[in-house]
């Protein structure tokens, strides 16, 4: 009898908390709330892990870095008290790992002055939550993208579907493996994407679905090459995050930037794509 035991099947037996969701939006939503009472910068660097990261477009895709994030945040001057202008958002889908190591959250967020209640601000973020030794949860990584118009819909909280299953790629191949499948986008990043994916892009209202995606990127990209910069992998090996710089061709002509990724393994243990952002360099 064969003795090896497949991923999906050692991250539930290996989750200590079945609630580890709903933490996860509780801590994001004490997150937006604290912010909105001390400012940005003490409310992230409050909410923010100690490995968290930026994503920092180079001169191409290939020289895009990551930086510590905390350091950014702490050079930042403190708010006067009370705060004049809000940033406020509220989860509105994601996933965790089945470890409940790891997670990710998206929803949309506003900034407001509290005199006059005029929006100065408005779009969607992302962030990735991380599982701490002392039983938190902290943000390794935000990232935010704007929006034409408010994301008016943006609540109450669902859990994202999981992936349906795909046929690219094989049963409990790495992360590494299936970066590289899709490093040159076209038909093997295609086949990669789960039907419910969302893609986050400044200056678009979300786009939900495969069929949607699909439209949007043939549409913008004549040509894209991804650039791997860092990952981040549960311990469950089922739910993965990688960020990087790319590199592509638009009818405008050259355009570089930055992007994240987010992999989950559907019931076959394949990866599908269920979350990607990007933006161009500025």
């Known amino acids: 009898m064969s003795r090896v035991v497949p991923i999906v099947l050692v991250a539930l037996l290996a989750q200590s908390d079945p609630l580890a969701l709903q933490r996860m939006v509780a801590t994001e939503r004490a997150f937006a709330a604290a912010t909105a009472e001390i400012g940005v910068r003490d409310g992230f660097l409050t909410f923010f892990a100690d490995d968290a990261i930026s994503l920092v477009a180079g001169k191409d895709g290939a020289s895009a870095t990551v930086k510590p ?58 962030s990735v939550w991380k599982h701490q030794g002392d039983g ?3 943000v390794w990584l935000d990232e935010g993208s704007s929006l034409p118009t408010l994301w008016n819909d943006a609540s109450p909280f669902r859990v994202a579907p999981e992936p349906d299953t ?15 499948a899709v490093a040159t986008g076209g038909d093997a990043w295609r086949a990669r994407l789960s039907a419910d994916l969302r893609v ?20 913008t990209w004549r040509s894209i090459k991804y650039t791997v910069v860092r990952q981040e992998l549960a311990a469950s090996s089922d739910l993965g995050v990688v960020v990087g710089g790319y590199d592509a061709t638009t009818a405008a002509g050259a355009e570089h ?7 989950k393994r559907d019931v076959t243990v394949r990866w599908r794509i269920v979350f990607e952002t990007s933006k161009g360099a500025s």
């Open 69 to 126: 994030a905390k350091d950014g945040l702490r050079a930042l001057t403190p708010p006067k008290l009370p705060i004049l202008t809000q940033l406020m958002w509220e989860p509105f889908t994601g996933h965790v790992s089945s470890d409940g190591t790891l997670g990710w959250l998206t929803g949309g967020y506003a900034n407001f002055t509290l005199t006059t209640r005029d929006v100065v601000g408005h779009g969607a973020y992302f």
């Open 136 to 138: 938190t949860w902290r």
């Open 166 to 180: 795909g046929t690219a790629g094989e049963s409990n191949e790495t992360i590494d493996a299936a970066e590289r």
């Open 200 to 219: 986050h892009r400044n200056g678009h209202m979300p786009i939900v679905g495969r069929d949607a995606a699909v439209q949007w990127a043939t549409e």
């Open 257 to 263: 930037g930055t992007w994240v990724r987010v992999w």
